[in-house]
């Protein structure tokens, strides 16, 4: 099993910055892709972005050049670093993780997501 604990979130400005975390614990674990999605009222959920292991990051048009994804693997934590919030950013971001566990010797997959953040863009 994995927990996750998110933190970060909050009301800020239009303009204004906020930053996420997400730190992962349990034992028998490898964290393989990390990543951030969100879900605004009355709409699904969608991914901000994702960081694999390796650090090769993807993200969502609407947050190019405003968001920054980040991980530390010896934390098993993923970061993500919200500039030039919008009105539009507003949402519950939710972290997610892909993590890789051995039993018997053989490998498995599987999710895990976080409780979610509130995140409010007002003035």
């Known amino acids: 099993q994995v927990q996750l604990v998110e933190s970060g979130g909050g009301l800020v400005q239009p303009g204004g910055s906020l930053r996420l975390s997400c730190a992962a614990s349990?034992?028998?674990?490898?964290?393989?892709?990390m990543g951030w999605y969100r879900q605004a009222p009355g709409k699904q959920r969608e991914l901000v972005a994702t960081v694999t292991r390796g650090g090769s990051t993807n993200y969502a048009d609407s947050v190019k050049g405003r968001f920054t994804i980040s991980r530390d693997n010896a934390k098993n934590t993923v970061f993500l670093q919200m500039n030039s919030l919008e009105p539009e950013d507003t949402a519950v971001y939710y972290c997610?993780?892909?993590?890789?566990?051995?039993?018997?010797?053989?490998?498995?997959?599987?999710?895990?997501w976080g409780q979610g953040t509130q995140v409010t863009v007002s003035s």
């Open positions: 349990g034992s028998n674990f490898r964290l393989n892709a």
């Open positions: 997610k993780v892909d993590r890789i566990y051995y039993s018997a010797g053989y490998p498995y997959t599987d999710v895990y």
